[in-house]
């Protein structure tokens, strides 16, 4: 079985900071691609940010302002996020490409449970 817990959600003020976590852990050969997806109430969820070899990416509505990061030995993902605002608001997920097996070169999608990061003054 594989997991992912994320860790770091709160809640803080408009222009404060925060910083996510995400390890994935379980039966596990290789993780590839690991990045971060937001739902806020009332809308669909949304991509936020990825890092992968091939380098990183991110949605408009955080450049500049969130950076996303890894430790491959510790299987882990991280997201900083900077001067926060209201509309960053969501539960955020964090979501991970991994290969289980190292006869089968299959990689599967995985998502973690949600951390609920909060804006509000």
């Known amino acids: 079985q594989v997991q992912l817990v994320e860790s770091g959600g709160g809640l803080v003020q408009p222009g404060e900071s925060l910083r996510l976590s995400c390890a994935a852990s379980g039966m596990i050969f290789r993780v590839n691609t690991m990045g971060w997806y937001r739902q806020a109430p009332g809308k669909e969820r949304e991509f936020v940010a990825r890092i992968t070899d091939g380098g990183i990416t991110y949605t408009n509505s955080v450049k500049g302002r969130f950076t996303v990061s890894r430790d491959n030995a510790k299987n882990t993902v991280y997201l900083q996020m900077n001067s926060l605002k209201v509309d960053d608001t969501a539960v955020y997920y964090c979501?991970?490409?991994?290969?289980?097996?190292?006869?089968?070169?299959?990689?599967?999608?995985?998502w973690g449970q949600g951390t609920q990061v909060t804006v509000s003054s």
């Open positions: 979501n991970a490409a991994i290969r289980r097996y190292s006869s089968i070169d299959v990689f599967e999608n995985y």
